[in-house]
């Protein structure tokens, strides 16, 4: 946990947010900014600061992170017409919090573009 972390904030229920889903291991919640009628956030409940910082023990971890996405996809009705996973991770991958989280982000087409 970190003190001044937005997201260990609404882990600690700090900061309100709408979970969509919470287990011993991860939380995920709406984007307060959403780029799509789909954008959820799927966040480790430990902090950590991005891919840099996983480890062999947090593999299961991050896919566990994965199959949540595909499950919540399904529940949102996106799962079908398709869907996009990003990780920013670091300045030039315009990460905005230090804290490890994955994008759902679908409901309409996003094209090919990367940036
Ligand atoms: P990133 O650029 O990958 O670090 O993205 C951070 C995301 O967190 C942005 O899309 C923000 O809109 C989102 N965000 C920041 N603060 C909150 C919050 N309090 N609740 C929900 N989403 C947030
Ligand atoms: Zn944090």
């Known amino acids: 946990m970190a003190d001044d972390c937005i997201f260990c904030k609404i ?7 709408q979970p969509i889903y919470e287990d011993h ?16 956030l799927i966040v480790p409940k430990e902090h950590m600061l991005n891919l ?11 896919g566990k992170m994965l199959r949540l996405s595909a499950r919540i996809a399904n529940e949102k009705g996106v799962a079908e017409s398709g869907y996009r996973i ?4 670091g300045n ?10 994955l994008h759902l982000i679908g409901g309409k087409p996003l094209g090919h573009k990367l940036g």
């Not at 991958?93 to 804290?99: I, K």
């Open 11 to 17: 882990i600690r229920k700090e900061v309100p947010s």
């Open 25 to 40: 291991d991860l939380v995920a919640f709406p984007d307060i900014h959403p780029a799509a009628p789909v954008h959820v």
């Open 52 to 62: 840099n910082d996983v480890g062999k023990n947090d593999v299961a971890l991050l």
């Open 86 to 89: 990003v990780i920013n991770n």
């Open 92 to 101: 030039d991958g315009g990460q905005l919090v230090p804290h490890l989280h």
